[in-house]
């Protein structure tokens, strides 16, 4: 017989008996805890923790499991979310001209590896419209000119939220997206959009960050996954990865091995959010991975 399962996430101020008291609530509610992590961060003093656990006694309902844990959370003052750990969260893709990172999670959703909802395709361009339609997936053509104003910008943002809204978008990913969204765009996206940079952060920020790259002859490239906030490429970091390079490759190489490495970045960002891993911790993440 299977049962719903669910997906809690919380973070308070640490003190003694968090988990008892969690733990405890869930047995006596008829729920079998399936998997569980904790963190302690001692800088913030903040506790976090995930469980994944199923409901197994058919009179406690969802509606009731919401509302007596409200009544537990409020006496620790936690920030928490219950999530049907069944649901397929629905995702909105933007790409502009490049499209390695949009390829990639089309192919991930299409074989099963992500399990999620991709609603729509938003872009700036024409370039992907083709792909999209091999996908059954709406693409949606929102352009906008360089040197556009800031009542265009805003217009063409508007457009974009109304897509996010009408599509009950719960995630939106910049799989290359090359465009700077505005500090209201941010604000009205916040926690819930995801950015790919092309290098790995703080270093190399800009242009052509390879050719950087290559100019100062490192010897590691990577990539960073963060959500996206008003502060351009500051976000909350949630994860990255490098590539060793050597004096022998030219810039080229190390942008088709960097775009590798921004993909599997990418997936593993958008997986870890989808699956409820990601607990936000000031300007940092706490992953539970």
């Known amino acids: 017989m299977s049962y719903p399962e669910y997906i809690l996430t919380l973070s308070c101020l640490d003190q003694r008996g968090i988990v008892h008291r969690v733990s405890g609530f869930l047995a006596d509610h008829g729920c079998n805890i ?14 976090f923790m995930r469980v994944h656990f199923s409901s197994e006694d058919a009179a406690v309902a969802e509606e009731r499991l919401r509302a007596e844990f409200s009544a537990l959370a409020d006496t620790m003052q936690m920030q928490w979310q219950l999530h049907d750990a069944c649901k397929k969260p629905r995702l909105m893709l933007m790409v ?7 390829n990639d999670l089309l192919f991930r959703y299409k074989s099963g590896l992500l399990p999620v909802e991709i609603s729509a395709i ?3 361009h024409t370039d992907f419209y083709q792909l999209a339609a091999s996908y059954n997936i709406p693409f949606h053509h929102l352009p906008l000119a360089a040197g556009a104003s800031k009542e265009a910008k805003q217009a063409q943002e508007a457009k974009v939220l109304d897509i996010v809204e009408a599509n009950n978008i719960d995630l939106v990913v910049l799989a290359r997206y090359m465009q700077i969204l505005s500090p209201a765009m941010c604000t009205a996206l916040a926690g819930r959009a995801i950015n790919i940079h092309h290098s790995f952060l703080p270093s190399f920020k800009g242009a052509k960050p390879y050719y950087q790259a290559h100019e100062r002859g490192v010897k590691l490239i990577g990539a960073t996954a963060h959500f996206v906030t008003g502060d351009l490429d500051e976000g909350p970091i949630i994860e990255q990865d490098v590539a060793r390079v050597d004096h022998a490759m030219e810039p080229d190489t190390l942008t088709a091995i960097g775009r590798d490495v921004e993909c599997v970045v990418l997936a593993r960002a958008v997986k870890w959010f989808v699956e409820h891993r990601i607990l936000l911790n000031g300007h940092k993440t706490v992953v539970f991975k």
């Not at 399936?34 to 903040?46: E, H, P, T, V």
């Not at 502009?96 to 949009?102: A, E, N, Q, T, V």
């Open 96 to 102: 502009s001209k490049i499209g390695h990172c949009l």
């Open 122 to 124: 938003v872009s700036n």
């Open 34 to 47: 399936i998997d569980s992590a904790q963190f302690g961060d001692a800088q913030s003093q903040l506790f």
